[in-house]
T-cell receptor
Framework: GQQLNQSPQSMFIQEGEDVSMNCTSS?????WLWYKQDPGEGPVLLIALYKAGELTSNGRLTAQFGITRKDSFLNISASIPSDVGIYFCAGHNLSGAGSYQLTFGKGTKLSVIP | EPEVTQTPSHQVTQMGQEVILRCVPISNHLYFYWYRQILGQKVEFLVSFYNNEISEKSEIFDDQFSVERPDGSNFTLKIRSTKLEDSAMYFCASSAGLQYGYTFGSGTRLTVV
């Protein structure tokens, strides 16, 4: 099946620092999604990207859909303690056959030191 | 903001028992999904459901699993005879269309003992 490589696996940063994480795939995706998961909770959608090259912001979060459609990054600016959690990228390949499933990366665990 | 609701939040069951996990998707959504997440691992696709039938399923979704939409609001996942390795968080999700991001529920933590 399709695989997403997400990096880094974990990050420890100081409050106020900027954060960057990315995902790459060996195959093309039509949609890239970024989710955040808090302990014991379900993933919460942060940003959805639908077009190659698209750059979208949601508050302090910015994500881009790579031109090749095989990668995406998520930036968090001026991190705060509540940014702590696990961030997942997910890709959707809406092929001609109409695949319905999301493929998730393994997650980036973010820790923010006050 | 509309939510996907899952019950129970935690279920403990003995190996070999049947469990039913319940979900109420967002009311105007058309696509429904079950995903699972083994502790500390990534979220994995199980099954998608559209127009009252399974549209896609993964290798994980074997004959022990089934899904049902018994009425206009509920969407259930049944595991017929649970195994220890079925212990995981099970997430229900729904979306308005294939091109839109999914909304996930808070999950049911299934523990098989």
């Amino acid at each position: 099946g399709q695989q997403l490589n997400q990096s880094p696996q974990s990050m420890f940063i100081q409050e106020g620092e900027d954060v960057s994480m990315n995902c790459t795939s060996s195959s093309i995706f039509n949609t890239w999604l970024w989710y955040k998961q808090d302990p014991g909770e379900g993933p919460v959608l942060l940003i959805a990207l639908y077009k190659a090259g698209e750059l979208t912001s949601n508050g302090r979060l910015t994500a881009q859909f790579g031109i090749t459609r095989k990668d995406s990054f998520l930036n968090i600016s001026a991190s705060i303690p509540s940014d702590v959690g696990i961030y997942f990228c997910a890709g959707h390949n809406l092929s001609g056959a109409g695949s319905y499933q999301l493929t998730f990366g393994k997650g980036t665990k973010l820790s923010v030191i006050p | 903001e509309p939510e996907v609701t899952q019950t129970p939040s935690h279920q403990v069951t003995q190996m070999g028992q049947e469990v039913i996990l319940r979900c109420v998707p967002i009311s105007n959504h058309l696509y429904f999904y079950w995903y699972r997440q083994i502790l500390g691992q990534k979220v994995e696709f199980l099954v998608s459901f559209y127009n009252n039938e399974i549209s896609e399923k993964s290798e994980i979704f074997d004959d022990q699993f089934s899904v049902e939409r018994p009425d206009g609001s509920n969407f259930t996942l049944k595991i017929r005879s649970t195994k220890l390795e079925d212990s995981a968080m099970y997430f229900c999700a729904s979306s308005a269309g294939l091109q839109y991001g999914y909304t996930f529920g808070s999950g049911t933590r299934l523990t098989v003992v």
